[in-house]
């Protein structure tokens, strides 16, 4: 039996997809079942491309309810007490400047259910966040990107 993936995230990254489920079961589903209902009405459904896209809609609602309650089932919560306060772990915000005379740019690090790069959260699966584990400030490292490699100093973790 293979072993499910852990989806390790913090106490608000799981109340954020707790949330998304909720409105997805008791809003979006019922939505979908009603457009596939009025998509009917309109007769022949091997020509009704409203049925067609309710019907893709529902499959797409249906997968994503599926992907949550799996990634809320094998959540692994980060606890603010078990991070180590100077390096690099899950959960830290991290800011570095690109050397030589790069900007300044600032992360945290979540794990993969959680990643939102707009709103500055990577992936602990991301090249940066994976080069800058386990670092400490001061530090100079070797970020590989598929735009090619990048150096570092860590300026500040919190």
């Known amino acids: 039996m293979a072993t499910e993936k852990v989806f390790p995230m913090t106490e608000a990254g799981k109340a954020k997809l707790e949330q998304e489920l909720e409105h997805l079961k008791s809003v979006k589903r019922k939505e979908v079942v009603e457009r596939i209902k009025i998509a009917r009405s309109f007769g022949d459904l091997s020509e009704n491309s409203e049925y067609d896209s309710a019907k893709e809609e529902q499959a797409f609602v249906e997968g994503r309810i599926t992907t949550l309650e799996n990634m809320i089932r094998n959540a692994k919560i980060i606890k603010e007490d078990e ?76």
Do not use: C, W
Not at 85 to 103: A, M
């Open 83 to 158: 991070l180590n306060s100077d390096t690099v772990t899950l959960g830290k915000t991290v800011t570095f400047i690109e050397l030589p005379d790069g900007d300044e740019e600032t992360y945290t690090i979540v794990g993969s259910a959680e990643a939102d790069p707009f709103e500055g959260k990577i992936s602990n699966d991301s090249p940066i966040a994976k080069s800058l584990l386990g670092h400490k400030v001061g530090q100079e490292v070797n970020v590989q990107t598929p735009g090619g490699e990048m150096r570092v100093r860590l300026l500040t973790i919190s």
